[in-house]
Structure formats: structure tokens, C-alpha cells
């Protein structure tokens, strides 16, 4: 019998034990998801062999997860527990099949690697769907499984409503930068009350105010949420937070909305049933978490130092659900023209860093006495004091270093660490969470990212001639 998989010529030579090692678990499930989705150039299982079967189960109970959504950890491990037991009920048949050996290798693995236990409860193949009017989730889960039994008896139909949702992210901190649904990055001015987002289910606004005297630069002091009536589901819904008053509860002085949902694996700070809209106080006036069960929407507030930051998680179909009077939507078509500071991306530097006694804006409201220290800080000393928390010279790192020049306040470096880290738990979509300023990508990829891409191919091959 001939050697399985996608080998190549002579490659065993060159094989590395540690590295085949340190990229085991994750080589050994790609091997098993290519070949059991006929992908690549990897030999297909054996017909009385039913691993392609488990690969695709797999697939399919883990395709909606990301780290972003409550429970991942749990369903994840529950979906792993499942793949288990799908191989150990065709192991017999499977005896020398290479891509058998790689999933079950995979699989214990990656049980390690999440200490997932090896008992426990398992993910259906065909799960019930509890349809719950006032859970997005189970909403979206229930109409998808509907148009996939209809799609069944339409084979040829290709209608979007077959899919799972997606999401989007949309994140504002600093000076203040934006980035955008469609991961535009940009730097604005937008002094005054601009709505973020303005559709159906949900609106977003809030007001930037000029930072130093002389400088266009603004930041945000008030953010004001509205989370638009759902029939049978809440009613209307205002939070509203400003510099020094970051409310654990909406404007009526509540703190939850809606009939009780069920989460299929509690949130992070909630267990089993929860309301349709809730608030979660992470850091009392430093951190507000707002959740809407029924829309599928997380919304991050924080104050650092004297300004907000936001960063959102929405469905595409309901940010996309407006008219054309909510056609100004930063988060949506980015700023306009005239009020962008980078350009196409490009972040300027400040010419100079604010001369010495340079006073930053206060807010003019009764009760406001806490003073910022600001510095004056040089190029090599703004990026010195950004390296602290942000290790990646991304675009984050960039707004940094801008704002630090800009306005001498160091609350700004949190601010973009927290920005990053909001959008790292939020952004539905890891390979897009990196952005580069201009030319600069290649130079700010981490040491060994372009290694691993350039091996990954080798080692595929390695791995596979290694386990045959």
C-alpha cells in the first residue's frame, strides 16, 4: 500500500522534531479538515472508513464559535467530545488511515491545550434548536435550520438568508480614532455630537470635544446609547455615559430589560438565564459592558484617564437595516472628508510635541476638579512609553504615539491598549485584527510569522510521511 497524504520528495530529511512538536495539534486537524472536505491534494479517506464523516460534524458544530462568543470554551470542548467519539466508532475501520490518525491526534491535543475533560456532555449532530423569540442566537440558529430543510427540497436555490449571521466591529478611542465595519482606520476630528451608528434596532452617538488649545485634535466626553423598543422582547432602552459618571444602569435607573433568555453556556458574569438587555459592571465608573440578548449586540464603555472609549459587536443584517435619513453613520461610512487628520490611513506625526503649560480641556460642569499631568514628550520618548503596553507596531501603536505627541497625556497609552484588547474581544474575525499603517506591514509582523507561512506547507508534509 502507498504512502498517504501530500508528501513531498525527500522532505523527511529535513524534518524538525521540535517544531513538529510545537505546531502538532493544529497540523494534525488541518490535515484531517483538508482531507475530510476534500481540500487540498491530500488522498480521501477509504470508503468504509467514516472519518470524513466526523471531520464534517465537526465542522459544522464549531463553524458559527469564536473566542467573541459566550460559551465558546464550553461548546467548543462539547463539539471535541463529540469528534472523540465519532472516531472511536469507526477506529476499526479506519486501521493505517492517515487522516484518522492525524484527527484523533489532533483531538487529544487540543483537549490538552483547552483542558477539556474527556467525560462530559457531548454536541448533537442534529441539535434541537430551541427557538427563543428573545435570543438572537437561538433566533438566527432556529431560521437557519429552517432554510436549510427548505434548501434540501430546492437544491438548486442560493439565497443569503441560508448562512449564519455575521458580525461586525466597530471601536472609538484616543484622539479620537475610529475604526470602522469595514476595518477602516481613520483619525478625525468630528468636534460636537456625531452619531456612530443609527438603524432600526440601535443608535450610537456621542461628543467629542477639542483635547489641547491650538490643536484639532477631540476626544470623546459623552456617549449615549439607545437601544430602540423590540416588540415582546424590551422596550426602549437609554444609557448615557460622561466624563466622571460611567452609571451601572440605563437612565430610568434600571439595569436589565425583557423577559429571562437562556444562554446555552453563561456569559462571563451571568449564569443560565439572563434578561434580553442587560448591563455588566466590570470596574465600577472605569468599565461597563452592555449586553442585547435579543440583537445579538455587545457594547464595551470605558473611561481612562478623562475621555471614553467604545467598541460595539453587531449583526450585519441589523446594522445594515437603516433608511436614508441614518445614512450619517461613522462607523458605517467612516468620517467625512473635511474631518479626517490621517490621511488615507497615514497618521501624521505633530510637527512639534505642546509647549510646556499647555493646559488640556476641562470639561465646564459644577463638581469637576481632577487635574491630568501632562509631559512633553519627543518622538523616541512617545513610542518608548507606547512600547509598555503594546508590544505590536500596529496602527494601535501608532495612535498612540500621535496622541501622546498631541496632547503630553499618558491616560492615552491605556486608552489604546484597552482599544486593542476591546477589539481583540470583540472582532468576530481574527486574521483581520491587525492593521498596518502604509508600507509598514511587512517590517511589523512579528519575528516568526513569516517562518511558520513559509513552513507550513513543508511541515504538512513532514508530519504526514512522519505518521504513516
Given amino acids: 500500500m502507498g504512502r498517504a497524504g501530500c508528501c513531498c520528495r525527500g522532505a523527511e530529511r529535513l524534518a524538525c522534531?521540535?517544531?513538529?512538536?510545537?505546531?502538532?495539534s493544529l497540523l494534525l486537524l488541518i490535515i484531517a479538515l483538508c482531507c475530510g472536505a476534500h481540500i487540498g491534494q491530500c488522498q480521501?479517506?477509504?470508503?468504509?472508513?467514516?472519518?470524513?464523516?466526523?471531520?464534517?460534524?465537526?465542522?459544522?458544530?464549531?463553524?458559527?464559535?469564536?473566542?467573541?462568543?459566550?460559551?465558546?470554551?464550553?461548546e467548543f470542548c462539547k463539539a471535541l467530545r463529540a469528534y472523540s467519539a465519532c472516531t472511536q466508532r469507526t477506529a476499526k475501520s479506519c486501521r493505517g488511515n492517515l487522516v484518522f490518525h492525524s484527527a484523533v491526534l489532533g483531538i487529544s491535543d487540543l483537549m490538552s491545550q483547552r483542558n477539556c475533560s474527556r467525560d462530559g456532555p457531548t454536541s448533537s449532530t442534529h441539535p434541537e434548536v430551541q427557538h427563543e423569540p428573545c435570543n438572537y442566537h437561538s433566533r438566527t440558529q432556529h431560521a437557519h435550520a429552517h432554510a436549510h430543510a427548505h434548501a434540501h427540497l430546492h437544491a438548486h436555490s442560493h439565497g443569503h438568508g441560508h448562512s449564519l449571521p455575521v458580525y461586525l466591529f466597530c471601536g472609538l478611542f484616543g484622539d479620537?480614532?475610529?475604526?470602522?465595519?469595514?476595518?477602516?482606520?481613520?483619525?478625525?476630528?468630528?468636534?460636537?455630537?456625531?452619531?456612530?451608528?443609527?438603524?432600526?434596532?440601535?443608535?450610537v452617538q456621542v461628543t467629542n470635544v477639542?483635547?489641547?488649545?491650538?490643536?484639532?485634535?477631540?476626544?470623546?466626553?459623552?456617549?449615549?446609547?439607545?437601544?430602540?423598543?423590540?416588540?415582546?422582547?424590551?422596550?426602549?432602552?437609554?444609557?448615557?455615559?460622561?466624563?466622571?459618571?460611567?452609571?451601572?444602569a440605563f437612565d430610568d435607573g434600571t439595569v436589565s430589560s425583557g423577559d429571562p433568555i437562556h444562554l446555552s453556556a453563561g456569559a462571563e458574569g451571568a449564569t443560565g438565564k439572563v434578561r434580553a438587555l442587560w448591563i455588566s459592571e466590570r470596574s465600577p465608573g472605569r468599565h461597563v459592558e452592555l449586553h442585547a440578548g435579543y440583537i445579538g449586540v455587545t457594547v464595551i464603555v470605558r473611561q481612562l484617564g478623562r475621555y471614553l472609549t467604545l467598541a460595539v459587536r453587531i449583526p450585519e443584517e441589523l446594522a445594515q437595516a437603516y433608511d436614508a435619513t441614518q445614512d450619517l453613520q461613522l462607523c458605517l461610512n467612516g468620517c467625512p472628508g473635511g474631518e479626517r487628520i490621517d490621511r488615507a490611513g497615514h497618521l501624521p506625526l505633530p510637527l512639534a510635541p505642546p509647549a510646556l503649560g499647555l493646559q488640556l480641556q476641562q470639561p465646564r460642569r459644577p463638581g469637576f476638579?481632577?487635574?491630568?499631568?501632562?509631559?512633553?514628550?519627543?518622538?523616541?520618548?512617545?513610542?518608548e512609553r507606547c512600547r509598555e503596553q503594546l508590544d505590536v507596531q500596529d496602527i494601535y501603536f501608532h495612535s498612540c504615539v500621535f496622541d501622546l505627541l498631541t496632547t503630553g497625556d499618558a491616560n492615552f497609552t491605556?486608552?489604546?491598549?484597552?482599544?486593542?484588547?476591546?477589539?481583540?474581544?470583540?472582532?468576530?474575525?481574527?486574521?483581520?485584527?491587525?492593521?498596518?499603517?502604509?508600507?509598514?506591514?511587512?517590517?511589523?509582523?512579528?519575528?516568526?510569522?513569516?517562518?511558520?507561512?513559509?513552513?507550513?506547507?513543508?511541515?504538512?508534509?513532514?508530519?504526514?510521511?512522519?505518521?504513516?
Fill in 17 to 24: 522534531p521540535s517544531l513538529v512538536r510545537r505546531f502538532r
Fill in 44 to 74: 480521501v479517506a477509504a470508503p468504509q472508513c467514516r472519518i470524513q464523516k466526523c471531520t464534517t460534524d465537526f465542522v459544522s458544530l464549531t463553524s458559527h464559535l469564536t473566542p467573541a462568543v459566550d460559551g465558546f470554551h464550553v
Fill in 176 to 203: 479620537p480614532h475610529l475604526r470602522t465595519f469595514k476595518d477602516s482606520f481613520q483619525t478625525c476630528k468630528v468636534e460636537g455630537a456625531w452619531p456612530l451608528i443609527d438603524n432600526d434596532y440601535l443608535s
Fill in 210 to 248: 477639542p483635547v489641547v488649545t491650538g490643536s484639532s485634535a477631540t476626544a470623546t466626553n459623552k456617549i449615549t446609547i439607545i437601544f430602540k423598543p423590540y416588540e415582546g422582547c424590551t422596550d426602549q432602552r437609554v444609557y448615557q455615559a460622561v466624563t466622571d459618571n460611567l452609571p451601572a
Fill in 369 to 383: 476638579s481632577p487635574q491630568t499631568q501632562t509631559q512633553v514628550f519627543s518622538v523616541e520618548g512617545a513610542k
Fill in 414 to 468: 491605556v486608552a489604546a491598549y484597552s482599544a486593542q484588547k476591546d477589539m481583540e474581544s470583540l472582532h468576530p474575525h481574527r486574521d483581520r485584527w491587525r492593521i498596518y499603517p502604509r508600507g509598514a506591514a511587512t517590517a511589523a509582523l512579528p519575528p516568526d510569522s513569516l517562518l511558520i507561512r513559509r513552513l507550513a506547507v513543508l511541515l504538512l508534509c513532514v508530519l504526514s510521511a512522519a505518521l504513516v
